[in-house]
């Protein structure tokens, strides 16, 4: 019975059956549990948190100012006029905060690096933290997203030259981001049941289950990665995409779980692709994990026309509980030209959607039909990310931007390294790492694990013994660590996905150390079941197991 209900399990989107096992993980209320299945980092970054503290305290004063006559605990709107050289006022009393050290740097960086006018910019921030105003406009922050931007054309694009301006909506987080794509796309035409949708897999399972939900029952073909060309597209699977019937494709780069960057020339190719047969095609790609990659490159930088960006500031500063994110998209691009090339009679039934918010509805670019659309239309006057949101998010921008040496994205990429090497080593397999790898998170392989270990017969009873889940309850159960199944994920073999950013590396330690000992006892019950069995019979069982004919899970 147990058996059964761990196969039915099998069938829930890995985040939902990670419920379960925090349950089985935390019933023995004299351990903790530990949550290796979640990306949610257990760094963060200290600085702009700092900044955002000093400024909040300075914007109080600012909204003080205006009443400060009466004693009724009003406060008022701040002044744009003069604020930089109150905020130096302020500084003076609190020189050695690092917080305040860092807004004067940044107010500095702003008008000499970016070209903005530092008493606008002080005085969106302050208005920012106090939240006193909707959002306006309330696709983004007027100097927020030409902070943001400068930020993604840094980690974005690399050594490649910017093609063109581009636009940016802030969203909650990537999640919103996500929603927010899918549902403009079939609002709009753009998207219509049945047609194909190409995802880069194996991936964030969401990508997987919102295609298939019956408002967009959309046709899913796989692009697969091969797990041993250390998880890239193999060139015969980038060539799916030469389909016309596909209108979409979607990727997260760097890639979750396998956790390795598209290579240069697998991005070549897309964009050699796309230049000279698919100049049609949609690109949505998740770069949220970019940041933690050496070089990155951004399919957004090769393939300008046909891409939206979506990235969040999650991962990297360690803020999903901010829901901080942002879609960016280039303003020469496919989603505008698709829209002005729809029949009239679709033309003229987004007229009508749009009729409020313009008089010339058949002009409202496609992001800005984004941001209308994530609050039902009506309420786009309305719409946008919170100020206080924005104001984090430009910190954290502002953050990686005058970081010039790099130093917290060498501190966070050698943290999750080091875990890495600790959970391999612990499991007495090497862990060498390739030029791709990002080593976010990673999956054990546990299938080829044991083949590489005990042989491929283990292998094959592992596979059709279906102990993958099974092990994830063990490992539940026995040691409180929750993982989730790599399966999830549209992952080939059995796996686990840890990732390597939320606990101690003492608790990788633990978790290598506990799956290699389960790996000895499920060999040692394969042992035992050949002994009970005719040689004969031992041979059959060990060869008709459904193992694939390539291991798909990188060690």
Same mark, same amino acid.
């Given at each position: ?104 740097? $940044? ?49 974005? !694009? ?42 880069? #897999? ?98 957004? $930088? ?82 946008? !990310? ?25 501190? $966070? ?69 929750? !993982? ?11 796996? $686990? ?55 798909? #899970?990188?060690?």
């Amino acid at each position: 019975m147990l058996e059964k209900t761990h196969h039915d399990l099998a069938n829930l989107s890995p985040f939902e059956l990670k419920d379960q096992l925090i349950a089985l993980a935390s019933s023995d209320a004299q351990r903790m549990m530990l949550n290796a299945g979640r990306g949610n980092p257990n760094f963060l970054a200290m600085l702009p948190r700092l900044a955002l503290l000093n400024l909040g305290e300075f914007a109080m004063l600012e909204a003080q100012r205006s009443y400060s006559y009466l004693d009724s605990g009003f406060g008022g709107l701040p002044e744009n006029q003069g604020i930089v050289q109150r905020f130096e006022t302020y500084a003076a009393n609190h020189g050695g905060s690092d917080g305040v050290r860092f807004i004067r740097a $940044a107010i500095a960086y702003v008008k000499d690096q970016l070209g903005l006018d530092q008493d606008v910019f002080l005085f969106e921030m302050a208005s920012a933290f106090l939240g006193c105003n909707y959002p306006t406009p309330p696709r983004m922050l007027l100097h927020t997203e030409e902070i943001v931007k400068a930020y993604l054309v840094q980690e974005m !694009l690399g050594a490649t030259p910017r093609a063109g301006e581009f636009s940016l909506f802030a969203t909650e987080g990537g999640t919103a981001a996500m929603t927010y794509i899918f549902q403009s796309l079939k609002q709009n035409g753009l998207l219509q049941s049945g047609d194909k949708i190409a995802i880069g #897999t194996p991936i964030f399972s969401p990508y997987l289950e919102i295609p298939v939900l019956a408002e967009y029952g959309l046709e899913i073909v796989d692009i697969r990665m091969d797990r041993e060309a250390d998880w890239q597209f193999p060139a015969a699977e980038l060539e799916k995409l030469n389909d016309p019937a596909i209108k979409i494709f979607c990727l997260v780069n760097p890639s979750n779980p396998p956790s390795t960057k598209m290579s240069d020339p697998a991005l070549a190719q897309v964009a050699d692709l796309v230049a000279k047969k698919r100049p049609d095609l949609f690109i949505v790609t998740d770069d949220v994990y970019g940041t933690f990659a050496d070089d990155f490159v951004s399919i957004f $930088a090769k393939c300008t026309r046909n891409t939206l960006l979506v990235y969040s500031f999650s991962k990297f500063f360690g803020a999903t509980g901010w829901r901080l994110g942002v879609i960016a998209l280039h303003d020469d691009n496919v989603f505008d030209a698709a829209l002005a090339a729809l029949p009239e009679a679709e033309k003229t039934r987004l007229a009508a959607r749009y009729s409020s918010l313009t008089t010339q509805p058949s002009e409202l670019r496609f992001i800005d039909r984004l941001v209308a659309d994530s609050r039902a239309v009506a309420l786009n006057h309305t719409a946008g !990310l919170s100020g206080p949101q924005q104001l984090q998010m430009a910190l954290f921008a502002l953050n990686g931007l005058m970081d010039r040496e790099h130093r917290y994205k060498r501190a $966070a990429k050698e943290l999750i390294r080091q875990r890495y090497q600790t959970l391999y080593r612990t499991m007495g397999v090497a862990a060498a790492r390739e030029t791709n790898d990002v080593n976010y998170y990673t999956l054990i392989d546990l299938q080829a694990m044991g083949g590489k270990l005990y042989g491929p017969e283990f292998e094959a009873w592992f596979v059709k013994s279906d102990l993958g889940i099974d092990f994830l309850f063990r490992l539940a159960r026995e040691t409180g660590v929750v !993982l989730l199944p790599g399966s999830g994920f549209e992952v080939v073999d059995t796996s $686990a996905r840890v990732s390597l950013a939320n606990l101690t590396d003492h608790e990788y330690a633990s978790i290598g150390r506990f799956t290699r000992q389960s790996l000895d006892e499920y060999f040692q019950d394969f042992t035992n079941s050949r002994a009970r069995k005719p040689s004969t019979s031992a041979a059959g069982d060990a060869g008709s197991g459904n193992h694939p004919a390539k291991s798909t #899970t990188k060690r």
